[in-house]
């Protein structure tokens, strides 16, 4: 049996087959460098570090990319209030964040661009967007047409007359329709900015990840992860851009993990709801986070409260019992039957990753491997060293 991954531009489970066989190009959207982390966005990089070891574990190599988005609104405001560069912010909580990766032992990506090293790429491409027509300037700003490129909404599966009709917020009258998008921004008093020929500016927030895959990864790509949340607008901007750039498919499989959420609500700093990543490690530490995403599909919500923590523990525990090395004493269950059931449990391991990770049910597999060392079979006993 083969890898096979949900495809959130398909709708389905898709057997796993990379554009070049037997290598992994992948791409995942990091956070935006505004604020201390929290534990929803260690559940993303948690989700993709386990993805990219079992594909290693198959023998895959991958080429793994994971951004920075170091300049935003966000981001300029926070500089505003503590009177700082935007530049002061962003290199505080990369710094924080790269040390949480450390601390959840995350593999590293190859490389973690910034927005804000790509600016002549996204420059270019922003220009080459507006040769092929499917961009416009208008008074320093630039915006994506959106009804130029047909497939708009292929991935949300959502439709362009309904999102228009559906729209509640006032539209910019510069637009040609209510649903293009910023690709750049003319700077404002204050702001930082850089050249362009538009005039001073910054990128928007999409063209940054669209130039970044493709100056690290190339025009095509099989994986794109992310958040769920992300699928629309950002994602489907990605493609809009991506693909009327290159004139062919950016990512061959979507994938998408489910949202932490606390108190029925998806963990976000800007609702304020939100476990910072420090306090969580102080309490609980690393590997029970790693647990807690491991108990359920990487596609569902994950519900934050005691009960969830303490069943990660719980099971972390009897894992930990579990793989401690073991030896057989008088009358133990002979040495062969450990290896099978061991075996079976590889088999079950595989079997379950391979059916887009399916974690849950390893789980399951690993603690009936535990009780058969806990509790031996026909009677026997098995002793710690």
């Known amino acids: 049996m083969s890898v096979k991954i949900y495809n959130t531009l398909t709708r389905k489970k898709e057997p796993f087959e990379p554009l070049e066989p037997g290598k992994v190009l992948m791409y995942v959207c990091g956070p935006t460098v505004y604020d201390k982390a929290h534990v929803g966005h260690a559940m993303s990089v948690l989700v993709f570090d386990i993805i990219r070891r079992y594909l290693e574990y198959q023998g895959y190599k991958i080429k793994h990319v994971s951004n920075y988005t170091d300049i935003d609104d966000k981001i300029i405001q926070r500089a505003a209030i503590e009177e700082v560069e935007y530049s002061e912010i962003s290199k505080r909580y990369i710094q924080e964040f790269e040390q949480h990766l ?3 032992n995350i593999l590293p990506a190859n490389i973690y661009p910034l927005a804000t090293e ?5 420059i270019k491409a922003i220009e080459k967007l507006i040769e092929k027509g499917y961009a416009y300037p208008v008074e320093g700003d630039v915006y994506y047409r959106v009804r130029k490129f047909n497939e708009y909404g292929k991935l949300s599966g959502r439709n362009v007359d309904d999102m228009e009709a559906g729209t509640r917020i006032a539209v910019d009258a510069r637009k040609e329709q209510p649903m293009d998008f910023a ?21 928007g927030w999409h063209i940054e990840c669209s130039v970044m895959s493709l100056v690290h990864l190339g025009e095509q790509i099989d994986i794109h992860g992310g958040g769920n949340d992300l699928i629309f607008p950002h994602h489907e901007n990605e493609i809009a851009q991506s693909e009327a750039l290159n004139g062919k498919q950016f990512a061959k499989y979507w994938v998408h993990h489910g949202m932490m959420q606390l108190s029925g609500t ?12 420090d306090d969580f490690l102080e309490q609980y530490g690393p590997d029970t986070l790693r647990m807690m995403i491991l108990n359920s599909s990487y596609r569902s919500p994950l519900i934050y409260n005691d ?35 061991t075996e079976i449990t590889r088999q079950k391991f595989i079997e379950a990753m391979d059916d887009d990770f399916n974690t849950d049910k390893i789980r399951d597999q690993l603690l009936k491997l535990d009780i058969v060392l806990e509790d031996g079979t026909a009677g026997t006993t098995w002793h710690w060293k």
Do not use: C
């Open 102 to 104: 450390k601390d959840l």
């Open 118 to 122: 790509e600016i002549s790429h996204i």
């Open 183 to 203: 690709l750049w921004k003319a700077a404002k008093p204050g702001e930082p900015f850089w050249a362009s020929p538009w005039g001073k500016g910054r990128p």
């Open 266 to 277: 998806k963990m976000s700093k800007s609702l304020g709801n939100l476990v910072t990543v």
């Open 307 to 341: 009960e969830t923590i303490q069943h990660a523990q719980s099971a972390l525990q009897r894992l930990r019992s579990a793989l401690r090395p073991a030896r057989p004493q008088e009358n133990a269950l002979e040495y062969k039957k450990l290896r099978e059931q």
